[in-house]
């Protein structure tokens, strides 16, 4: 770790995790998380008032707790980094007024990052610097794409992405189905472990030989496995929990893995690196290194805690972008809750130049700060 290197400290506050971290280059220092989860499983799913509310109360005791393990003063911070989009956008709101306000208070350097972009930098924190180009395979509960990426900081290519559900969402909507609660992933890595991948057929989504490639679609398996409990059930037949989830995530994870190592081979790259919060399950770990090592590429998985939200993420892009010299993003640095993927770093209002139309998102971003503040 040289002297030299920046000190960056992380904020991700994108949907149910308030994630604050702190490294120094490409050391990882402190990896503080306060979590809504459980107040949002009673629902099935994350409220966004209610994680908006819940990073409010987090974020400072949170940023305190960073700084105290990483056994620094925020006077020592070369930059602070915050995810500003994609996400919920009441919730990144909270991150980025806090990012702003410390950044302000304390004349530190601000960097808006891409909460995408950072799922893939996080690796670096475990395996040492990304190869370039580095291709993604980047699965979470809103995005799965496949992804390529010649510097992190500033040239992320998409390749393919789902057309419908995202591989988190198919994994917490069978769960629901199955009442195993929310979120569904890690109940269904857990249950499946001791289940049948074979016991049922269930569909593999684009699959076909005139299917595009890269893109990925999850929400017809979705149906197939509920159809499946729901015919089960209505034959007054027990739904044998175990043999679902083990059959519904091997039908995820060997399409994921597959157009993977393909998307590799045809690009002529030889790593892959998975990121995301399912790039925590056990089952698309182990298919993916199989498969990996059976075609000579190199695979980059960090581990479980840093695959799913997290502060260190974005502290590890943050740090990144100062190595390599990008300009900080400026004090107008606004929540954008559709951050193309194709943006990992956001410069803020002046050199803010995306092309899709944002209207509507800023309306949604000041009604959800309104409420945050005055009520
Ligand atoms: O990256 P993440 O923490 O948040 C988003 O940016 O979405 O990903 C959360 C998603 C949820 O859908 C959750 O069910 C899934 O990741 N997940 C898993 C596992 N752990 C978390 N999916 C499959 N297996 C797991 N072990
Ligand atoms: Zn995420």
Not at 116 to 128: F, K, N, R, T, Y
Not at 219 to 224: E, I, M
């Amino acid at each position: 770790m040289a002297a030299d290197e920046p000190l960056v400290l992380g904020i991700e506050t994108s949907c149910d995790e308030t994630g604050v971290g702190i490294v120094h280059g490409t050391t990882l220092l402190a990896d503080a998380v306060a979590s809504s989860v459980d107040t949002h499983a009673r629902f099935g799913g994350v409220v966004p008032e209610i994680a908006s509310r819940a990073h409010l109360e987090a974020m400072v005791p949170t940023i305190e707790r960073a700084l105290k393990t990483a056994g620094i003063s925020a006077r020592d911070l070369d930059g602070i980094a915050v995810t500003a989009g994609p996400g919920l956008a009441g919730a990144l709101l909270v991150g980025v007024s806090a990012a702003k306000a410390y950044a302000y208070a304390l004349g530190k350097p601000l960097y808006g990052v891409n909460h995408l972009a950072s799922h893939i930098c996080v690796d670096q924190l475990e395996h040492g610097k990304l190869p370039e180009p580095t291709m993604a395979l980047l699965v979470s509960g809103g995005h799965s794409s496949l992804l390529l990426s010649a510097d992190i900081t500033s040239d992320v290519r998409p390749l393919g992405a789902t057309i419908d559900d995202a591989a988190g969402e198919a994994f917490d909507k069978i769960a629901r189905v199955l009442d195993l609660g929310f979120p569904g992933g890690p109940v269904i890595d857990r249950l499946a472990r001791e289940g049948d991948p074979a016991a049922i057929a269930f569909p593999r989504g684009l699959s076909g030989s005139r299917d595009p490639a890269y893109d990925f679609s999850f929400s017809g398996l979705k149906t197939a496995v509920a159809r499946w409990i729901e015919a089960k059930r209505a034959a007054g037949e027990d739904v044998p929990v175990r043999d679902v989830a083990a059959s519904f995530q091997e039908a995820v994870v060997d399409v994921l893995t597959r157009k993977a190592v393909r998307a590799c081979k045809d690009e002529g790259v030889d790593h892959l690196m998975i990121g995301g919060g399912v790039a925590a399950n056990s089952r698309l770990r182990a298919l993916a290194q199989e498969r990996c090592e059976r075609a000579g590429i190199r695979l980059r998985v960090p581990r479980p805690g840093l695959c799913t939200d997290n502060g260190a993420m974005v502290a590890a892009l943050g740090s990144e972008m100062v190595a390599r010299n990008r300009p900080a993003s400026d004090l107008e640095l606004s929540a954008d809750s559709s951050l193309p993927v194709t943006d990992p770093h956001v410069p803020g209002a002046q050199g803010h130049a995306h092309e899709h139309d944002h209207s509507h998102d800023h309306d949604h971003v000041h009604e959800v700060s309104k409420e945050n503040l005055y009520s």
